[in-house]
């Protein structure tokens, strides 16, 4: 008779069933799942909320008066009529306000994004006399209230001769606006690390090819999101405007659109809401044009400096 042969351990093989691997990822629990629920439902009803206002402007521009005074809402202007904007773009003054909100806010992007950016160019490449005074006083300026400058800033516009003219409304925007400016620019060129100019400085390149070649592209980003909040204030602002331009052939379109509010003693809410809709127009199709760019200006703003 033979031996017995032990028992031995299983060795798997390749006929055998593998054994169960470990899972690379671990399941997503039920309260984990009904957290996101929950906070993805709560940013759609925001959003929601959000935008509502924009709608309502908009549907309310294709319906007449009568119709928007009545007790029962119009959310969907099915059998609208354009009459509003017709109203509005025969109206004569809203084509010298557009050309009068165009230049100023055409003058105030470049003015602005030229100056803070050599003025964040200044203080955060170079060390010279007066550099911290200077940012501390960049600081101060933002917190000075716009109204404790209106006296004042008419009464320099007044002695220039600059009152009711495109030129003088410029200078006032540039001056509220550049504070801001440079110190949104500050936070893009410090994130910018110097050892690039002076790597391409060494490979032969002088200093200003060097920065226009390395920097100036990674700094793009920061100047368009900088150019649209320029071009927001400049574009939207009211009351500087008002203090500044009292001629009604020099108004920008903020000033006409209260005109057009107090022209009639029952104020024709339809045509209001079509000429705001007229207004908005360019601020949403610059916005798209430069969304990619400012997103990655606002999240490169964020991280850096």
Do not use: H
Request: glycine share 8%; net charge positive; with cysteine.
């Amino acid at each position: 008779m033979s031996a017995a042969v032990p028992p031995t351990a299983a060795v798997p093989t390749a006929a055998s069933p593998a054994l169960p691997a470990r899972r690379s990822r671990r399941r997503v629990r039920p309260r984990t799942r009904a957290v996101r629920w929950l906070l993805g439902t709560l940013a759609v009803v925001v959003a929601l909320v959000w935008a509502f206002p924009i709608y309502w402007m908009v549907s309310s521009a294709f319906l007449p008066t009568a119709r928007l005074q009545t007790p029962e809402p119009t959310f969907f202007p099915f059998d609208g009529t354009l009459a509003n904007f017709r109203q509005v773009l025969t109206d004569g003054s809203f084509y010298g306000s557009f050309r009068v909100s165009l230049a100023v806010t055409g003058l105030t992007l470049v003015c602005a994004v030229l100056f803070a950016f050599v003025a964040a160019l200044a203080i955060s490449r170079f060390w010279f006399r007066g550099r911290k005074a200077f940012i501390v006083t960049v600081l101060v300026v933002q917190m000075i209230p716009a109204e404790g400058l209106f006296i004042s800033q008419y009464a320099v516009l007044d002695d220039w001769g600059l009152v009711n003219s495109v030129l003088g409304l410029t200078i006032v925007y540039v001056a509220a606006i550049l504070p801001f400016t440079i110190w949104m620019l500050r936070g893009f060129v410090t994130g910018v690390p110097i050892e690039l100019e002076e790597a391409a400085m060494v490979d032969g390149l002088s200093r200003t090819r060097a920065f226009f070649r390395i920097t100036f592209p990674l700094l793009a980003p920061g100047l368009v999101a900088s150019g649209v909040y320029g071009f927001l204030q400049a574009w939207n602002e009211y009351t500087l405007a008002l203090v500044v331009m009292t001629d009604p052939g020099e108004r920008t379109l903020p000033l006409w659109l209260q005109g057009l509010v107090e022209a009639n003693r029952a104020t024709d809410w339809g045509v209001v809401m079509a000429g705001a809709t007229l207004i908005a127009v360019p601020v949403i199709a610059f916005f798209l044009m430069v969304q990619k760019r400012m997103s990655a200006g606002l999240v490169a703003g964020a991280v850096k400096g």
